[in-house]
């Protein structure tokens, strides 16, 4: 029975509830569930799609399928990884489920409503601790049907992390910040946050068409193919739901790759606006290891400094008071790398004073180490970059 009593000395008027069996024993909580064991990356693939396209309730002899293209959910961007597994889904529908066909990813097939594939692939502790290794990718497919508007089938599974290669395609690697965009958080919700039956989320839906042209403009950029992805990118802002940070991002490059000085900076002038107004401008400067010191590539770091000039500016111009975050990736000691983190932001909030000293009194600059990663797998290469950001947030003057 439970009892429920006053306890002296502690707050007057505070009940506190104690739970008691027969014989004062205490209940014995279930022991939580076994963590599912890793396997192989392409057994791991070949299970959740399995899954997902035998189990599917949708009806028909002959279905529609496009496919989304798979992300990483810590970074929101794609990977050799994620495009590998892309591939590997469309031949196993062709060679096991052919009742699914699939479509090119666009407007023409999207006005059909078909059924769509979406998938989320993210490194993850898999014991479930908290800031422990990332030691596994889970893997998790849905398919939302257009037609119905609901979520018709799940697939999940865990990966070893071995052999798998993370490494973000051309236009994330060369993306200069990272932003939290709607969008993508609506995918992977979609993805993630949801069960069998459920209705769409209507912010991914919405955003379908110009996600589509946004898509065409990424690989049109990837294949240097710079004014077509221009023209891509404008024509999804001009979309319901275009207004995204893969848009944004898309622009800048496609303008630089161009040679277009002005419009190169008016882009990034507009990446760090956005950023501003959301709260989350994370810049991608990359540092030697354990120093405050760039890389040692001109071809990397030569838009450093219009970028800092670019984000003091804008700051400046919304009297804006900014808080200068450093981080690490996952590799070291946990107080070397939060010494470290300070450092490096230290060093860009003196290269943003250099030309506004005036400026000193709303700036701070402070480190979290490697305690806010993203990706968290400690490589110190192109996959883990953003995890060696640096972060500009909006605090209180």
Known sequence: MAASFRLGGILPGVLVSVAL?????RAQQPAPPAPPTPVPFADAL???ADDLFSKASVSGDQIELVIDPLIDAASGGQSTATRSMQQRLMEIVRAS????AVQPFDSESLSRKPVVLVGTFTA???QGVAGGPRDAYRICLTLADLKSNSVVSKGVARAQPEGVDTTPTLYFRDAPLWSKDQATDAYIKTCQGTKLGETIDPAYVERLTAAALINDGILAYESSHFREALAFY????KLPGGEQHRVRVGTYLAASKLGRRDDTVDAFGD???FGLQNDQLMVKLLFRPGTTQFIDNPQVTEPYPMWLSQIATRARQKNACLEIVGHTSHTGLPQVNERLSVLRAQFIMDLLLTGAPEN???MLATGRGFKENLVGTGKDDASDALDRRVEFKVIGC
């Open 21 to 25: 069996l027969a014989g004062g024993a």
């Open 46 to 48: 070949k299970k959740a």
């Open 97 to 100: 489920y052919p009742r699914f």
């Open 124 to 126: 993850v502790n898999n």
């Open 234 to 237: 404008r024509a999804a802002r």
């Open 271 to 273: 990446l760090v606006d």
């Open 360 to 362: 000193r009194g709303r």
